[in-house]
């Protein structure tokens, strides 16, 4: 049994002669198809959400000319569109737009966090569990921050002590770790910038220099007693640190609590996420190009982190992306399968919204439609996440990194990808995400040394492998 | 018993295809040379291997998760020189035979046979030393020395000790054609395809009911074929098609993790490429942003482009590149020819000539890879033409590629190629002069020397150090001339639903794999 | 001519030695090939120790006992196993998928020329289309292979090898076979000019003159030269196969013979081209019957015919 209507290759049989000697001709002509050109009659339309709730996600508001212009006349918003954060500062700050400012600064905090997240989580997993007797001890403080970063207080603490036992490097930023690990919630800029090094004035619109890597050179235990590049994770925390300040300093006074339910989603912090988080009017500007379709999905987002499928009801009928996940909530679970048909199923149907508010299908509705389809995969893995489904979460995850690549992909999530990975000891793929920002977000590079580690012993001590054509 | 395997079978294999039942077909790179996995030497050996049979330890594609669908527990034993693993009770052969460590100790034994003359078998020739059998279900795998996490080295596939009369296996065995396996499907080579049956098993409950694979032709072709949804699924889709079936909502481009690096491979010991300067003059003579742009499609400077140029044997991302070395993305004419006026050859006529005679170089290129980098033999060809050689370009088969090219026989002068690694990015045997793969038998004391030093490390930083090394010195001798790295990327149909595709091996998690009626 | 049995025998004894002689020689050229057998099947460095490998082939005796040993196995159709073409299959299997695929490609591509040779021996294909006839039979298979693989490629896609695909690349391959090359061309001028030089015959004329048919008379007389050109036209279509097969992907005998000999697969290429000389020497027995019949016919005293006395 095969496929629905068999259609027996390209040309239909035997009438089609003159059509092989115009062969390229044909080829030719078919690759230049306007976009969209899948929109086949196989496509199952379904409703993923209500029409009315669905007309708020900010795609179907981008259909009306007057609602989108602004963004199109700007330059930053065309950066951010792209996903191109570090361009997106510099005009920001020109075009004097707060609220743009505002959110280039949240996600470079973001980037940072997850940037910190995954140099924790592969210096655990290079130095930790497949630690070796010629590491040398001051990788304990290391290990500290990288337990601290992942939420792992009392481990941390743990190494601190270690490192405040022996005659070794990191005393004092071990100790003023040990400190700031007294009040609940991770170090203030301050705290974090005494550790790690001033990054100078928070000025929003800039981005402080960067220093270079590796931060510290360390003796092996070895005959050869070769130097061994580490970094301070503390570096990326402080940096993420800044841009929080920078983008709450410049942050219209109206929408600070919303960039705090903003921030909740890529923050290390996760105590504020099980408060009960209310509806926030928003500006266009904190949604357009978002993984948040409408002011009620970053409240949806902020409760679904820690209370999960409860959140999916609660919301449901006032989040466009909870009303998209619901479906999938079948005994309990998140089908993960489901999301991904719900999240198509959006897709398709902001696409013929947009196509009813503006007339016709315009080519630009396709990429915003596909932006919404990987919201709800985002949103079923938060959810699956925190549901303690953490395979299916992954899948989840996997999948929305995968349909970033037909719209340019979010740095932001794919770090958190790259950390999640890291954090299951893989080092190829955050291996391949850290190289593709590396260049455009230089601090990055403190994550470098730790996953190189992580591979390289991995690769040790994995099964033979020939070199394969 | 064999009546109630084939009832068994027959009732799993209905209520897959009750419930989601169909042919999946799909295009590979080629037809799988053998399905004997001791003699797997292309990706699509490998892939088409996932399918049939059970792997001792695997890798979850997902989590990363080291997990075995074949064993219920394992011990270290004796101080870490041994491992007992007992393996699940209820799993079946294809032939209907119950596997037992009888099984496992067979496949080590094979392994261990000198006269089973498989490269798969080499490498754990390396570390394993015996196999007991404790019972029906426990096997003792003993090591030559106490091995660090030995679960994650015995990644072996277990074969069927029914199926062979001697532990000696030789590939031409029907087996590597008609295998026996515990995998999910029962596989079985055609002449131009190879099919795959759902079998149902304790360990496995495969919702595909049967795959057709077929070696695929022009990349149009299968594009527009996949579109056409007469085939459901494309291992390895070319750039240049990239962009249609993005297009296209019917088709899902799925993210394959392969570390694939593209070079061309130069004879040391043609006369004419014996000296060191004339390999650095071919190295400026190639323009790899021309050669990127008509082969593969990517324009200079194009953003998160899929194919990124390299210096050295590894991808850039790797903690094995070393990023001080930097790349040749243009042609150095001017600095070629001085390097060939250096190196003794003189220029007539606008031809290279070495003692009187015209320098002709014989071009071979891998022919599957045409369908990845069309033209690229071509333009490489015509680039070494335009600085004044005369030159043969050919396309070798697959089969040349491993009996003639990989057996250092062949008598090329410049060979296109493309390496796959996974997790594991050793390239010792392409560079070592006494390498299994080192295909012009390429002899450097100084590169043995490094190799050496990588094979010596006692930490991970000398063994990257080492690799440093290599990548540096490589850049000099040229052995090679690197070009690119290419990301892989496969296409499924959307009706394929639950399709993870894993690193390296691909079907790992065919299991999860449907078909939407 | 008195001895007419000579060519008939000739061609028997040649279908007899034919079989035997082509895997003869090509196992003399597989030793005549630079390094050992072994090695060349399965390289060292690829295989590790061929030893063994050598051993369980037969190779290891030199190229009497191989010979010997591979005509023994033969005789009970003992091929074994492909070693490179298709790794594992038996060759037995894959001859006994290949010949009826052969012969159904030649059968069908015969089809096209003896329907070319029938109509220009009636008459029915009018001179005024020799140009056009000409210029098909300029058309070399190859290019028109190429095609017909195109076509069969675009139309049917996945399903191109199986089924309604496999026929139409034999439908396909018997059309370019039958027109290619001057196959068709040849069979409908040689044909007509055959029986054109035959009608220009004094008895021909006498016969027309006595109301009998041209045909009839004259066919005896030109049978033992179509025959003979009709053995030489499927001897070219049998060589024409090995392109038409490999460039339409048609698994028959002449695409086996390609692919092992490419693959140095020296196992099915013994086999493959043994089943060649073995149709050829089909063909050499089919020819030598017939022209013996022939000769008998002719020499045979029709019934009914008395020699008048002169008046």
């Given at each position: 049994?095969r ?7 390209v ?6 002669w ?13 690759t ?5 050109g899948?929109?086949?009659a196989?496509v199952?339309l ?9 007309k ?5 508001r981008?259909?009306?000319?007057d609602?989108?212009?602004r ?19 510099g ?5 004097a737009?707060?609220?743009?400012l505002?959110r280039v600064?949240?996600?470079?905090s973001?980037?940072y ?7 924790a ?10 630690a070796?007797?010629?590491?040398p001890?001051d ?6 921050v990288?337990?601290v970063i992942r ?11 270690e490192?405040?036992?022996l005659?070794?490097?990191f005393q004092p ?14 170090p ?15 000025i ?15 003796l092996?235990?070895?005959?050869k ?5 580490a ?6 925390l402080?940096?993420?640190a ?5 983008a ?6 109206s ?6 339910q903003?921030q ?12 009960m988080h209310g509806?926030?009017?928003?500006d266009?500007a ?12 970053a409240a ?5 982190m820690?209370q ?5 009801s ?26 991904m048909d ?9 696409q013929r ?9 315009a080519?630009?509705?396709?990429p915003?439609?596909q ?8 949103a079923g893995?938060?959810v699956?996440d ?6 299916d ?6 999948n929305a ?5 037909t719209?340019g ?36 590079s ?5 996953l190189d ?14 070199a394969?054509? | ?10 009732i ?7 419930g ?6 799909y295009?590979?790179e ?16 490998y892939r ?10 695997y890798v ?9 669908r074949v064993?219920s ?10 491992m007992?693993?007992?393996?699940k ?7 209907g ?9 067979f ?6 046979d000198d ?11 390396e570390?394993?030393?015996?196999c ?19 679960r994650?080295?015995l ?7 029914s ?33 795959f049956?759902?079998f ?11 795959m ?5 032709g022009d990349?149009?072709?299968q594009t ?16 240049p ?9 019917d088709?899902a481009?799925k993210?394959?993790?392969l570390?694939?690096w ?20 071919l ?15 990517v324009k ?11 210096s050295g044997?590894?991808?850039s ?12 993305p243009n ?33 071979g ?10 033209d ?5 060809g015509n ?5 004044g050689?005369d ?5 070798i088969s697959a ?8 057996a ?17 990015e ?18 450097s ?8 030093e990588y ?5 991970d930083?000398?063994?990257?150090d080492?690799y ?8 000099v ?14 296409a499924?149909r ?18 999860s794999?449907?078909?939407?009626n | 001519?008195?001895r ?9 004894i040649?279908a007899?030695?034919?079989p035997?002689?082509v895997p003869?020689?090509i196992?003399?050229?597989?030793w005549?090939?630079?390094g ?5 099947i399965c390289?060292?460095n ?5 030893e063994?490998?050598a ?14 040993g591979w005509v023994g196995d ?17 060759v037995l ?10 012969l ?6 015969t089809?096209?020329?003896m ?14 289309l ?11 298979a190859?290019?028109l ?13 996945f ?22 090359d001057?196959?068709f061309t ?7 000019a ?5 009608f ?5 004329g006498?016969?027309?003159?006595r109301g009998?048919?041209r045909?009839e008379n004259?066919?005896p007389?030109v049978?033992p030269?179509?025959i003979?050109q ?7 279509l049998l060589?024409?196969?090995?392109v ?6 048609i698994?028959?005998i ?6 092992g000999t ?9 086999a ?5 000389g ?33 008046s």
């Amino acid at each position: 049994m095969r496929l629905r209507e068999r259609n027996y290759g390209v040309l239909s049989f035997m009438s089609r002669w003159p059509t092989i000697f115009a062969f390229a001709a044909v080829l030719g002509g078919c690759t230049s198809q306007p976009e969209s050109g899948g929109e086949a009659a196989s496509v199952v339309l379904v409703q993923a959400v209500p029409g009315e709730l669905l007309k708020s996600a900010w795609p179907a508001r981008m259909a009306h000319d007057d609602q989108r212009s602004r963004f199109e006349s700007q330059d930053g918003w065309r950066h951010m569109f792209e996903y191109d954060l570090s361009q997106a500062l510099g005009v920001f700050s020109v075009e004097a737009d707060p609220q743009g400012l505002s959110r280039v600064h949240e996600q470079l905090s973001a980037l940072y966090t997850q940037g910190a997240l995954l140099a924790a989580n592969a210096t655990v997993g290079a130095y930790g569990v497949g630690a070796l007797e010629t590491d040398p001890d001051d990788l304990a403080y290391l290990l500290g921050v990288s337990e601290v970063i992942r939420g792992n207080r009392e481990a941390a603490l743990k190494y601190f002590e270690e490192v405040s036992k022996l005659p070794m490097t990191f005393q004092p930023q071990a100790k003023a770790w040990h400190r700031a690990l007294s009040e609940p919630g991770l170090p203030s800029l301050e705290v974090l910038s005494a550790i790690s090094g001033s990054l100078g004035e928070v000025i929003p619109g800039q981005d402080p220099a960067v220093s270079p890597v590796p931060h510290f050179k360390l003796l092996e235990k070895s005959e050869k007693a070769r130097l061994m590049g580490a970094n301070d994770p503390t570096a990326l925390l402080t940096r993420a640190a800044w841009h929080q300040a920078a983008a709450v300093q410049v942050a219209p006074e109206s929408d600070r609590e919303a960039l705090g339910q903003f921030q909740l989603r890529y923050g290390l912090d996760r105590s504020r996420s099980s408060e009960m988080h209310g509806a926030v009017a928003l500006d266009d500007a904190w949604l357009f190009c978002s993984s948040n379709l409408a002011a009620s999905d970053a409240a949806f987002v902020a409760e679904a982190m820690t209370q999960g499928i409860a959140a999916v009801s609660k919301w449901a009928d006032k989040s466009v992306l909870a009303a998209a996940v619901s479906p999938a909530i079948q005994d309990g679970k998140v089908d993960p399968q489901v999301v991904m048909d719900a999240g198509f199923g959006l897709q398709k149907q902001i696409q013929r919204v947009m196509a009813d508010i503006a007339g016709a299908e315009a080519g630009f509705h396709r990429p915003f439609a596909q932006r919404a389809r990987i919201a709800v995969l985002q949103a079923g893995m938060i959810v699956a996440d925190a549901n303690d489904q953490y395979r299916d979460a992954g899948i989840l995850r996997l999948n929305a990194l995968e349909r970033m690549e037909t719209v340019g992909i979010e740095p932001v999530f794919a770090l958190s990808v790259a950390a999640w990975d890291a954090g299951n000891r893989s080092p190829l793929r955050p291996e391949e995400i850290l190289h593709q920002f590396r260049s455009t977000y230089p601090a990055l590079s403190a994550a470098k040394a730790p996953l190189d580690a992580l591979h390289l012993r991995r690769s040790r001590n994995a099964g033979p492998a020939n070199a394969v054509h | 018993m064999a009546l109630k395997n084939t009832v068994r079978a027959i009732i799993g294999l209905a209520l897959a295809a009750m419930g989601t039942g169909a042919t999946l077909a799909y295009f590979e790179e080629s037809i799988p040379m053998s399905l004997n996995p001791l003699y797997a030497k292309t990706m699509a050996d490998y892939r088409a291997q996932e399918l049939i049979f059970d792997r001792l330890f695997y890798v979850d594609a997902v989590t990363n998760e080291l997990r075995s669908r074949v064993v219920s527990k394992y011990e270290l034993a004796d101080f870490g020189r041994a491992m007992a693993v007992t393996l699940k009770t209820g799993i079946r052969w294809h032939n209907g035979q119950a596997l037992t460590s009888k099984d496992v100790c067979f496949t080590v034994k094979a392994m261990l046979d000198d006269r089973t003359p498989s490269p798969v078998a080499a490498h754990y020739r390396e570390f394993i030393a015996a196999c007991d059998t404790k019972g029906p279900q426990v096997a003792v795998i003993r090591f030559n020395r106490v091995l660090p996490n030995p679960r994650e080295r015995l990644s072996f596939t277990i074969l069927p000790a029914s199926e062979f009369k001697s532990t000696a296996i030789s590939p031409d065995l029907q087996f590597s054609a008609r295998p026996i396996g515990t995998g999910p499907f029962s596989g079985k080579r055609g002449l131009r395809d190879v099919n795959f049956d759902a079998f149902a098993n304790g360990h496995h409950t495969p919702k595909v009911v049967q795959m057709q694979l077929q070696e695929g032709g022009d990349p149009l072709v299968q594009t527009k074929t996949l579109i056409n949804n007469n085939v459901q699924g494309i291992i390895v889709v070319p750039p240049p098609q990239r962009p249609d079936l993005s297009a296209s909502d019917d088709v899902a481009m799925k993210a394959y993790d392969l570390r694939s690096w593209w070079y061309v491979a130069v004879n040391p010991n043609k006369p004419a490429l014996t000296d060191v300067r004339v390999r650095q003059a071919l190295n400026v003579v190639l323009n790899r942003n021309e050669l990127r742009k008509y082969s593969i499609g990517v324009k200079p400077g194009e953003k998160n482009s899929p194919c990124e140029f390299i210096s050295g044997p590894f991808i850039s991302a790797s903690p094995y590149y070393n990023s001080e070395v930097p790349v040749q993305p243009n042609s150095n004419l001017g600095k070629a020819d001085s390097l060939l006026k250096a190196a003794g050859l003189a220029k007539a006529g606008g031809a290279w000539q070495l003692d009187g005679s015209k320098v002709t170089l014989k071009v071979g290129m891998l022919a599957s890879l045409d369908r990845e980098a069309p033209d690229l033999l071509s333009q490489v060809g015509n680039q070494l033409g335009a600085a004044g050689f005369d030159r043969l370009t050919l396309k070798i088969s697959a089969d040349e590629w491993d009996n003639t090219v990989m057996a250092g026989n062949s008598d090329f002068d410049l060979i296109i190629g493309k390496w796959s690694f996974g997790l594991v990015e050793e390239v010792n045997e392409l560079f070592h002069s006494m390498g299994r793969q080192n295909m012009f038998r390429f002899k450097s004391d100084g590169v043995d020397k490094v190799l050496a030093e990588y094979n010596d490390a006692v930490t991970d930083t000398e063994q990257r150090d080492a690799y440093h090394k290599l990548h540096k010195l490589l850049s000099v001798e040229l052995p090679y001339l690197f070009l690119w790295k290419l990301d892989t990327r496969s296409a499924w149909r959307t009706e394929v639903r639950g399709n993870i595709v894993a690193p390296y091996y691909y079907f790992t998690e065919i299991d999860s794999w449907s078909i939407e009626n | 001519m008195k001895r007419w049995w000579i060519r008939p025998l000739v061609r028997l004894i040649a279908a007899l030695v034919l079989p035997v002689m082509v895997p003869a020689v090509i196992t003399g050229f597989i030793w005549s090939l630079p390094g050992d057998p072994a090695s060349l099947i399965c390289p060292p460095n690829v295989c590790g120790g061929t030893e063994a490998l050598a051993e369980r082939w037969n190779l290891d005796g030199g190229p009497v006992q191989f010979f010997v040993g591979w005509v023994g196995d033969a005789v009970h159709l003992e091929f074994g196993n492909s070693w490179r073409l298709h790794q594992g299959l038996p060759v037995l299997e894959l001859l006994s998928g290949a010949i009826p695929t052969t012969l159904t490609l030649l059968g069908l591509a015969t089809v096209v020329v003896m329907t070319g040779a029938l109509l220009a021996a009636k008459g029915w294909i009018p001179e005024k289309l020799d140009t056009v006839i000409r210029f098909v039979g300029l058309v070399p298979a190859l290019v028109l292979a190429l095609v017909g693989a195109a076509f069969i490629e675009l139309t049917y896609g996945f399903d191109s090898f199986s089924g309604s695909g496999q026929w139409a690349r034999l439908a396909v391959g018997s059309a370019v076979l039958g027109l290619a090359d001057g196959a068709f061309t040849g069979a409908v001028m040689g044909t007509r000019a055959t029986f054109q030089a035959e009608f220009l015959q004094r008895y021909v004329g006498i016969a027309t003159l006595r109301g009998e048919r041209r045909m009839e008379n004259t066919l005896p007389n030109v049978a033992p030269a179509l025959i003979g050109q009709m053995r030489a036209r499927i001897i070219h279509l049998l060589s024409g196969a090995v392109v038409v097969e490999v460039v339409l992907r048609i698994d028959g005998i002449g695409d086996l013979l390609w692919g092992g000999t490419l693959r140095q697969d020296f196992g099915v290429v013994l086999a493959a081209a043994t089943i060649f000389g073995a149709l050829s020497s089909v063909l050499l027995i089919g020819q030598a019957v017939l022209e013996t019949m022939v000769a008998l016919h002719v020499r045979r005293a029709p019934s009914g015919v008395r020699v008048g006395e002169a008046s």
